[in-house]
């Protein structure tokens, strides 16, 4: 039982290692990109669309509005990059349903790249919106003492990022090994379908995580955020004179 697919190796000079994670996320984006390129094909602007296309206009918009939600100002603005991880993510999980695939998702090494993407891509998303004297003031809020402390979260994220998508893929594959060997017609059915629910919540996790720390290094809550005017009082009408004179 390989606790991750970065065990089964396929071919090896040297320092140089060919393994099932490198492979498998090989295969993964091809066929993303393969099939990205076959539904946007023929895009059609009128009423008459294929079901490629509604079923890809039902997924953007559904990304999009859960990155509005978090509170991301312009969230196609960062559609590309949030919508490329939870569709990479998810797909891996989908994949395990293939028989021989062993998902990326399950070696750290992939987690933690995807971890570290995060990491570049908020101070870049904020530095574009804010500027970087405005971003980098950020690590001094609320106050210059802080500074520390605000870089130790900027890495313990990351790294909670990483392991916690690396230890829910890694237990769902040991699990339905163990029961494989106990029980090996009905309970690794179940296991399955539960890893499947399992890998498109932690897709769910990993991508609004992101966004949030997307959002965060992209609003500027202080002067972003103002209280509603109140309402002007209304005028009163005037007094009729001639009915005060009757």
Known sequence: MQLSPDEIVFWQLGPVVLN??????????????GISMQVTRGLSTTHERSRWQNLLEILVTGIEAQIADVGVRRPRDYLGFLGTLFLFIASASLGTIVPGFEPP?????????LALCVLVAVPVFGIRVRGLRGYLGTYLQPTPLMLPFNIISELSRTLALAVRLFGNMMSGTMILAILIGLTPLLFPI????????????????????????VAAATLDRPRDVHPAPAPAPSPSPAPDRSTQHE
Do not use: K, R
């Not at 099932?20 to 990109?33: F, R």
């Not at 998702?105 to 992939?110: A, E, N, R």
């Not at 296991?191 to 991508?207: E, P």
């Open 105 to 113: 998702t399950g070696s750290l090494s992939t987690t933690v790249a």
């Open 190 to 213: 179940l296991m399955s379908a539960l890893g499947l629910l399992t890998g498109m919540v932690q897709a769910y996790i990993f991508t609004i995580l992101a966004t949030v720390y």
């Open 20 to 33: 099932a994670t490198i492979v498998w996320t090989w295969v993964l984006m091809a066929v993303l990109v």
